[in-house]
């Protein structure tokens, strides 16, 4: 008989159908867990197989959906191995030695960090250990089914092929928005699925056919890899508290047939279909002829909610997360001041980058390290697919495995040390591979010469099972007044890439203007001449105005604006005036008034805070600024706080002016120079995960002049401690919202007070009162962040004393 | 799905309910739009039957002894257990509100709380309706945390309403809703009208000391 492999995508593959109403309807209660029953009553698990063997499927599904340690932390191992037991019983019950065991893989029930707090290893680890025990007890396959979060469901894929080398089928499930619980479309679900090698991928549960078919219908113009649809009986209804689905066996085979029709060769059912579904499905369509599927080979970055199509119009990737000369970036990787490296992501963004660059490679750091920290960071913040830019593979593989989605790799080239390195981490964790036409021969000087390497990466590529798709091509742009036929030279390159491979292709743009004046001035022109060639992507940086400008008017020129109306948008507000300005989202700078900077700071006015603290520095030093204008006007405003004439946002908005002139400050100082009046540690106690007052209390330490060490949210007390025996902390500021992690705050200080007897600590938030932080042993309670700034200065001055 | 109501944003904020600052409306403006643009509000709900005896009130299978939530349901022979959330997407825009200052995190903040609560306000208009059909009133929504009644009920109330599956809300180890916009509510079915208020703070036993409330209304 042919292997699964080789069927899949050839012939019709039929699968089993519901099974939750059915194991209710033979005495099941609402609330037992229905995996139990592998243990408890075997013959009706035996009975549910059966029917579907009897109904003709060709796979059927261990009832093992909600078996992991979660819900069964004593006997796991039992139920999973029951289960599949079973099948195999069943199985020859019914004389069906042909039909293939699915072990049936569910969500966990738990939420991924950083939404909810199961870390991605820890949810490998737990589908691990299920696909270790169900395919050692004989499993045929393994599907992973109903995710609702894709990044579960890449955990689960990577889980299953680290520990069998079974087909792995992986389903996922969408509302009627079309979109997955976590924000992922059904493009980008398919494109991160098809990256992470599994054999066939599709949708099941929550929609009926009808309302799938046009999910469906994405999907299979998105992706090259074969496709499963189960959908439920319809949508559920619910009568006398019970849930039920209505679509009779015909009205579902209909519905399949036409589904069947958009290229779908592999069918069964979920919630609410029975054994009749499912035959009178292979009644309908089996006796059609097997559809041609189409292979759309489009091109996808994806994040966990967002996605970037290459290949189309041109995509900007935004290259400003890059120490590469810069010395506040440096000082920023150096101090692991994640804000400032989040912040210049999102700057970009706002100035509209399709996709993030992300390297962080400084000889002195731990690169695998942080750049592991900046992408979960990032990811947390944005929705912007990734580029993963580093020449560590240590470092690309943590990056790629923690990363949600289907990132871009940067990069790999024609040397076979590098292929080596980076192709099988390709291959692994999906993505859109770049591909540097250089070689051990250096970088060919003709365009024959990079194309012939282009051609040698893919031949390599096949070796790994990479599509042609996911590789795009660096044209590579050289300094062109070094040699005046070198942008000739990359753009032919490109343009041949795109027409005689169908390749995408991207170019870091600036490298062109080396040594020349007015560089962003030839580096727009060349960013349009090399999309007319039919450049895919463009590395930049969106927040210079000169080529936002080349970019938009190439766009407009090239029919990928339609209407000029990204054109008119961005510029129609600067009329005919002379000179480029594009519009940008600034809301302080509408407001022009006073740039006095005391009024400034006071008015919480941020561009003029800047502007004017540039003026000041002409003729002042920064020290004589902080103590003439920013600490006084800072004090007005926390003292019209304490006394509430000046509310919360008003204090923030004062507060954000004012780190705002810091920072410009900062870049004219010396390092060192800055005086510091001492480090504070800050943190969220340990299983609370409200962050928003401590980073208010932070922002003003800050800029009050304490150095924040700040631990971040839900903080294990030995970090707490460790972090506080370690810089010899003198204060420590702990914060809870909810009174039930008030207990892990009492622990904290419990700690603290152990290992480092005279670090002194103040609390605070929401539920935390003057008897509640005397009762858990604080030395002090801060009502909020002005009292906390205050008792620091308290501590502080005692100490110097 | 009903407005956000500024009011609640600018006590979050800390502010005084009534007075507006242009320069902070703009920025809850702002907020609004995005969140409302971004979210993808969902809910889910189940009916079970319900007995009260004393302070002890029973379930779906649950047995907890709360004398708030008792009061509140006394006269219901049925409960509704709902939960709703504004998804995934609203911690994130949080998140990275928080990063770009601590103004727009709090902003944010705030905004997706009173958001959050206008979408749980509509789910019990829902919920209302349906209880009209069936000839009974709503009494006001209790959510564990409430008064007496212990967070740790939240266990229970995601066994009945398996909303992990159809809205992706979870809980954590410690007994927080992730997304953290969430809302989980008991609302009881009978055929009188509460005798205790809609004005949820005043049937609360943490009201005198509870910071959201200004000084003005704890009089």
């Not at chain 2, 800390?14 to 600052?21: F, I, K, Y």
């Not at chain 2, 909303?163 to 809205?167: E, H, L, N, P, V």
């Given at each position: 008989m042919k292997s699964l492999r080789d069927r899949i995508g050839k012939e019709w593959i039929f699968f089993d159908g519901g099974s939750g109403t059915l194991l209710q309807k033979m005495g099941l209660k609402g609330?037992?867990?229905?995996?139990r029953w592998n243990l408890t009553h075997p013959e009706r698990i035996i009975e549910l197989y059966s029917g579907y063997l009897n109904a003709g499927c060709h796979i059927f599904n261990t009832n093992?959906?909600?078996?992991?340690r979660f819900h069964y932390p004593e006997d796991l191992d039992e139920v999973v191995s029951a289960a599949v037991r079973l099948a195999d019983q069943a199985r020859k019950q019914t004389g069906r030695k042909d039909a293939l065991i699915a072990l049936d893989i569910g969500p966990t029930g738990k939420l991924l960090e950083?939404?909810?707090?199961?870390?991605f290893e820890e949810a490998v680890d737990v589908f691990a250990s299920v696909v270790r025990t169900g395919v050692s007890a004989g499993a045929d396959l393994v599907l992973i089914e109903t995710m609702s979060d894709i990044y579960e469901a890449k955990a689960a894929v990577i889980a299953t092929k680290e520990n069998c080398d079974l087909p792995v089928f992986c389903t996922v499930t969408f509302d009627q928005n079309a979109k997955m619980l976590t924000g992922a479309s059904a493009e980008g679900a398919a494109a991160i699925l098809e990256g992470l090698g599994v054999d066939a991928l599709g949708v099941n549960c929550s929609l009926g056919p009808k309302e799938m078919f046009p999910i469906v219908e994405r999907i299979v113009n998105a992706s090259d890899v074969p496709v499963i649809v189960n959908p439920n009986a319809g949508l559920p209804k619910t009568k006398n508290g019970m849930t039920y689905y209505d679509i009779t066996p015909d009205d579902f085979a209909g519905y399949m047939e036409k589904i069947a029709?958009?290229?779908?060769t592999m069918l069964g059912g979920c919630c609410g279909t029975t054994p009749k579904h499912i035959s009178r499905l292979i009644e309908t369509v089996s006796c059609k002829p097997v559809p041609e599927r189409k292979q759309p080979g489009r091109t996808f970055a994806a994040s966990g909610s967002g996605i970037a199509e290459l290949g189309k119009k041109t995509k900007i990737i935004g290259e400003?997360?890059?120490?590469?000369?810069k010395k506040i970036f440096k000082q920023a990787l150096r101090e692991k001041n994640y804000d400032y490296i989040i912040g210049e992501g999102l700057k970009q963004e706002d100035g509209g980058a399709d996709l993030l660059d992300v390297n962080v490679g400084?000889?002195?750091?731990d690169e695998a390290e942080m750049l592991e920290t900046v992408v979960r960071k990032l990811q947390s913040v944005t929705t912007l697919p990734l580029q993963i830019d580093t020449s560590d593979p240590v470092a690309l593989e943590r990056a790629l495995r923690i990363y949600n989605g289907k990132a871009m790799i940067n990069s790999v080239n024609g040397k076979q040390e590098s292929m080596d390195a980076v192709m099988p981490l390709a291959a692994k964790y999906g993505g859109v591979l770049v591909a540097l036409c250089l070689d051990e021969n250096g970088i060919p000087d003709t365009a024959e010469g990079r194309f012939a390497v282009a051609e040698k990466i893919l031949k390599e590529a096949e070796k790994y099972h990479i599509?042609?798709?996911d590789i795009v091509f660096d044209g590579l742009a050289m300094t062109v007044s070094s040699d005046s036929k070198s942008a000739l030279v990359t753009l032919e390159t490109i343009r041949r890439i795109r027409e005689e491979l169908g390749c995408c292709t991207v170019l870091?743009?600036?490298?062109?203007?080396?040594?020349?004046?007015?560089r962003q001035m030839i580096n727009s022109f060349f960013l349009a001449m090399a999309m007319q060639n039919g450049l895919s992507c463009a590395i930049i940086n969106p927040n210079n105005d000169t080529m936002m400008a080349g970019y938009l008017s190439a766009c407009a020129l090239l029919n990928q604006d339609p209407q000029c109306g990204e054109y008119i948008s961005a510029?129609?507000?600067?009329?005919?005036?002379a000179g480029l300005s594009l519009k940008r989202n600034?809301?302080?700078?509408?407001?022009?008034?006073?740039?006095d900077l005391f009024s400034c700071i006071e008015r919480g006015l941020i561009s003029q805070a800047e502007k004017a603290v540039s003026e000041q520095l002409k003729v002042k030093k920064p020290l004589d600024i902080i103590d003439e204008f920013l600490i006084p006007a800072l004090d007005k405003v926390g003292q019209g706080f304490e006394k509430g004439t000046v509310f919360l946002p008003q204090l923030l908005m004062s507060a954000d002016a004012a780190k705002a002139a810091f920072a410009v400050m900062k870049n004219a100082m010396e390092p060192g120079s800055q005086s510091i009046k001492g480090d504070v540690i800050l943190a969220t106690v340990?299983?609370?995960?409200?962050d928003i007052g401590k980073n208010i209390v932070k922002v003003m330490l800050e800029n009050y002049g304490y150095n924040v060490i700040d631990l971040g949210k839900d903080v294990d007390p030995e970090l707490i401690a460790d972090t506080a025996v370690e810089k010899n902390i003198k204060l420590v500021g702990l914060s809870a919202l909810m009174t039930t992690t008030v207990v892990s705050m009492e622990e904290t200080i419990r700690l603290l007070r152990k290992r480092k007897p005279d670090t002194k600590i103040v609390v605070g938030g929401a539920v935390l009162t003057q008897e509640y932080a005397d009762m858990i042993g604080a030395d002090a309670y801060a009502k909020d962040a002005m009292a906390t700034v205050r008792y620091a200065d308290s501590v502080f001055s005692d100490h110097e004393n | 799905m009903r407005k956000a109501d500024r009011r609640e944003i600018r006590r979050y904020l800390?502010?005084?309910?009534?007075?507006?600052?242009p320069r902070i409306e703009e920025r809850i403006t702002e907020a609004l739009g995005k969140l409302e643009k971004a979210c993808s509000p969902s809910y889910g709900r189940e009916y079970v039957d319900l007995s009260v005896e004393g302070d002890t009130v029973s379930f779906g299978g649950i047995e907890t002894v709360s004398r708030n939530l008792a009061a509140n349901l006394s006269g219901c022979d049925e409960v509704c257990v709902m939960a709703c959330t504004l998804g995934a997407e609203a911690d994130r825009m949080i998140r990275r509100a928080s990063v770009i200052s601590a103004l727009e995190g709090a902003v944010y903040q705030a905004s997706a709380s009173a958001m959050a609560e206008a979408w749980c306000e509509t789910v019990n208009d829902l919920i209302r309706e349906e209880a009209e059909k069936k000839g009974k009133v709503c009494h006001p929504r209790f959510s564990p945390?409430?008064?007496?009644?212990?967070?740790?009920?939240q266990k229970d109330l995601f066994r009945i309403v398996p909303?992990?599956?159809?809205?992706g809300v979870s809980l954590t180890e410690s007994m927080l809703m992730v997304p953290v916009k969430s809302v989980t509510a008991l609302i009881g079915l009978g055929y009188e009208e509460c005798?205790?208020?809609?004005?949820?703070c005043i049937n609360c036993t943490m009201a005198d000391e509870?910071?959201?409330?200004?000084e003005g209304e704890k009089e």
């Open positions: 609330g037992e867990l229905p995996e093992t959906f909600g078996a992991n950083p939404i909810g707090d199961l870390s029709g958009l290229g779908v400003r997360i890059n120490p590469t000369g400084l000889p002195e750091i599509r042609r798709k870091g743009v600036s490298n062109i203007s080396f040594g020349l004046p007015q510029f129609a507000a600067a009329g005919e005036s600034d809301a302080s700078a509408v407001q022009n008034q006073g740039t340990k299983g609370d995960i409200h | 800390g502010m005084d309910p009534l007075t507006e600052d945390g409430y008064g007496d009644l212990s967070l740790s009920l909303i992990t599956k159809t809205t005798g205790t208020s809609e004005n949820k509870c910071p959201y409330r200004t």
